[in-house]
């Protein structure tokens, strides 16, 4: 018995990753005995919970691995967002490409945690300070859409809120998350409701809502009325606590810097019951997570409490015989209505729990790769899929097979122990077939959320895998067990040993220009630089423009030719700007000789952390014509976690070197005319502990220095990062069009060499600045004003100051974000500030 697959499996592949979201490119692990039978018992449990906050690392992942290795339960985390608005501490990814990243940290976390990732289409639009503010921009209705979608999809028994509807959490965000759960809890039962969901879903009422109550700093609560769970209990199969695999999984949002550390012992975590029929000491309490709670699975569920009670860890495999048991007892459920997908999810899941734990038990690996990392619609690829049974269970290898296998292949051959069967398939994809482009970044963004055109795919943490190979096993009992396979790319890294990434569908040809803004400080025409990867086999193309009214193109294009082993080229175009000031779009697009057109650009995120992960956007960029004066020529820059201000600095016609530990220890300084530190430098640069008096030795020598916002979080190395003391705070601006008084109009640092005046202000984005200072020495000048709407005044966002023969600048403004954005006051200010010693 075998399955061929029709065009249908594409549906099945969304059905898959509602169940089980894929591990992008990750190796399968062996799973050891202990695993297995952690899995076996969780096989007898139908029981769920669903954790509800606003972004990435806002879990609480101790919590999500004490339910899903200790109640056994399934467990999900929805976040309202990807955390697009955050900082980023490991590069320079900000936006939807931090988005992606976050995205794909949150999936790392939950492959070690145990729990499932889902999502809204919230945006992260920065700090909030209200959830009023927050509804505003997302649109209440529509995100509470998505939650109540979620909640109708994974059917939860129990949900779960990081944060209180009052509050204490801080930040808009988070109070919106616990808002628009608790209104979920009811309106996913409510049938009028959003009842259009009704066509995919059934509704759903929890039966209790809890916050996971948090101890604010200095305050007491009474916990005589709350529910206590152990997070620190200690799980004997796995040899660790929960706070010791939530250490693991908090640490892998890397970008965030949450690495932690291990703890041991008794962790009390209280539970605060919202709504719902009341519990006295667990949260599951009276919840039938039998097999009992549906009709007929009470069979099910005797197979299942056999097969663990009787599991032996030395021989995996005997095992086997009563898992192929339970699997025929779901087919007899699957025409029971009780059973349905829609009516409720459990069949499903636990089917594909099962034959994972199958495998297991069998010893069986099943690997799906192909030679490239990528293949273009329209071509085809070669897919290798080896098949090792490791273990003396009669199984065979049917067929494999692929809706856009050509053909697909009946096998019939039996698996041996430990001796592989490799099987070629080639697979031909349609000249219409998609890009892996994640779903939530296919159409332009709406103001506070994604567009997602698919309603079953929102929700999901990433893509399903665009044409999964499926593996059919034969067990010699006239039963076959279907596996869908990912097709990942594998190669050998000489540092990190075996990697691998999904294999991506990608635009035949791509065009991305050398940088996202070009900066015209005059009128002067100036090379503007273009990379192109190969055009679908072709060997020759032609660059081309669409400028805006103004500009110039001398020549309008350029062709571009690939040599026999090269799959890039590199062109350069010259283009003049009108001699006024003016902002625009510039897009590039490449034509081959047979007339296709190819317009997107495309960028790689790739980490040691995460699989590889392929972005596409248009091919446009930012042009910015602004009279810009700067005084000086070199700078030398102080990284931090990364940023994009150096690029800025350069294109407004500086030489930028950055600064090393040697540089800032032993260097000339002396050589720069101005020093600029990073965001977070002070936090992140340990050399910043010692170099910090060879910087204000330089100041006060003549230099200047300017220091972006520094946080703390992550705690400032020194006790101030200025010649004076001064208090940095977590005082933030929020609203990006929040008035800025200038408080002294004719400074210098206002006039020269740039006038800067209330409009310079004007397109900010996503935020004024954060981390203002609180308290200052008097000998520091301020010279800006801003704060959001119905807040005290904050004139900490930029400090100046003499010292010695010098110029010393604090400022928390976001340069960082302004600059990359391309807003032309943005420049010119910072070029004022740089230009402040001269």
């Not at 990807?82 to 501490?89: A, E, M, T, V, W």
């Not at 409510?190 to 929890?206: G, H, I, T, Y």
């Not at 002067?524 to 805006?548: D, E, I, M, Q």
Request: net charge neutral; charged share 20%; aromatic share 8%.
């Amino acid at each position: 018995m075998f399955r061929i697959l029709t065009h249908r499996a594409a549906a099945l592949s969304v059905a898959a990753a509602l169940l089980f979201p894929t591990v992008g490119g990750a190796a399968a692990r062996t799973t050891d005995s202990a695993e297995i039978q952690l899995a076996l018992r969780k096989l007898t449990v139908l029981g769920s919970a669903m954790y509800v906050a606003a972004h990435p690392d806002d879990e609480n992942t101790a919590m999500l691995s004490y339910l899903s290795s200790d109640r056994l339960v399934r467990t999900a985390y929805l976040a309202m967002t990807r955390g697009d608005g955050g900082q980023n501490l490991i590069g320079s990814e900000k936006g939807p490409l931090l988005g992606v990243l976050r995205t794909q940290e949150l999936l790392a976390a939950r492959r070690v945690d145990g729990a499932e990732q889902y999502f809204t289409r919230a945006l992260d639009f920065g700090f909030s300070k209200g959830p009023e503010e927050t509804f505003e921009i997302w649109g209440h209705d529509a995100i509470l859409a998505d939650v109540v979608w979620n909640i109708r999809r994974f059917q939860p028994d129990v949900l779960i809120t990081r944060f209180p509807t009052t509050g204490e959490g801080g930040h808009g965000h988070h109070t919106a998350s616990a808002i628009l759960a608790v209104e979920a809890f009811k309106a996913a039962a409510d049938p009028a409701r959003f009842p259009d969901q009704l066509k995919s879903v059934n509704v759903w009422q929890p039966r209790r809502l809890f916050w996971n109550l948090f101890r604010p700093p200095g305050a007491t609560i009474d916990t005589s009325k709350l529910l206590k769970v152990d997070i620190g209990s200690f799980n004997r199969l796995l040899g660790r606590s929960y706070t010791e695999i939530a250490a693991e999984s908090r640490s892998q949002h890397k970008s965030q810097g949450f690495g932690s550390s291990e703890r041991r012992g008794t962790l009390v975590n209280y539970l605060s019951q919202l709504a719902g029929d009341p519990a006295v000491t667990d949260p599951f309490e009276g919840i039938d997570m039998s097999w009992s709670r549906f009709p007929g699975g009470a069979a099910v569920g005797k197979v299942l409490d056999e097969a663990w009670q009787k599991f032996d860890p030395r021989d995996p495999a005997a095992s086997v015989p009563r898992l192929l048991q339970a699997d025929r007892e779901m087919d007899r459920l699957a025409a029971s209505a009780a059973w349905s997908p829609r009516t409720n999810p459990w069949l499903d899941v636990k089917r594909k729990e099962l034959r994972d734990v199958i495998r297991a038990c069998a010893g069986l690996s099943i690997d799906v790769t192909a030679a490239t990392p990528y293949v273009t619609a329209g071509s085809d690829v070669t897919v290798t899929a080896t098949v090792v049974n490791r273990s003396d269970f009669p199984l065979r290898l049917e067929a494999v097979g692929s809706p856009y296998a050509n053909p697909s292949k009946v096998v019939g051959e039996a698996l041996k122990n430990n001796e592989p069967v490799k099987v070629e398939v080639t697979v031909h994809l349609p000249d219409d077939f998609p890009s892996t482009q994640p779903y939530w970044l296919r159409r332009p963004p709406e103001a506070g959320r994604y567009v997602v055109e698919d309603q079953q795919l929102l929700g999901l943490p990433e893509n399903p895998p665009p044409f999964p190979l499926v593996v059919t096993i034969g067990t010699g009992v006239d039963q076959s067990l279907f596996y869908d396979m990912p097709v990942v790319y594998r190669w050998t890294d000489p540092v990190e040993g075996q990697r691998s990434r999904p294999l991506d569908i990608v635009p035949p040809g791509t065009i991305d220009a050398d940088e996202n803004i070009v900066l015209f400080p005059d009128a002067k025409p100036r090379a503007v630089g273009f990379r192109v990867s190969r055009l679908a086999g072709a060997t020759s193309g032609t660059v081309r423009l669409r400028l805006p009214d103004g500009w110039k193109g001398a020549p309008d294009s350029a062709p571009v030719t690939f040599g026999p082993a090269s799959d890039n080229a590199h062109v350069e175009l010259t283009v003049t700007p009108p001699a006024r000031e003016t902002t625009g779009t510039i897009e590039a697009f490449v034509t081959t000789p047979d007339g296709k057109s190819y317009t997107q650009g495309m960028t790689t995120i790739a980490y040691p952390h995460i699989p590889a992960q392929r972005v596409f956007a248009d091919a446009r960029f930012r042009s910015l014509r602004i009279d810009l004066r700067h005084k000086g020529s070199r700078i030398g820059y102080i990284m931090g976690p990364g940023d994009e201000v150096p690029d800025a600095l350069r294109q407004a016609g500086y030489s930028v070197t950055l600064l090393t530990d040697e540089d800032l220890e032993r260097g000339d300084l002396g050589r720069y005319d101005a020093i600029v530190a990073g965001i977070r430098s002070y936090n992140t640069r340990k050399v910043l502990k010692t170099a910090h008096a060879r910087l204000m030795n330089y100041v006060e020598n003549g230099g200047t220095m300017v220091v972006q916002y520094q946080t703390l979080n992550d705690g400032i190395i020194v006790a101030s990062p200025g010649p004076y003391p001064l208090t940095i705070s977590s005082d933030r601006v929020t609203v990006e069009g929040a008035p800025v008084r200038l408080l002294a109009p004719d400074d210098p640092l206002l006039t020269t060499p740039n006038r800067i005046t209330a409009a310079d202000f004007d397109g900010w984005v996503q935020e004024r600045g954060l981390y203002f200072a609180s308290k200052w020495d008097p000998r520091y000048r301020t010279v800006l004003e801003s704060h959001d709407p119905g807040e005290s005044e904050k004139p900490g966002g930029m400090l100046v100051a003499h010292y010695g023969k010098g110029t010393y600048i604090y400022t928390a403004y976001a340069w960082f974000r302004q600059l990359p954005a391309g807003v032309p006051g943005a420049y010119k200010l910072f070029m004022n500030l740089v230009s402040a010693g001269k």
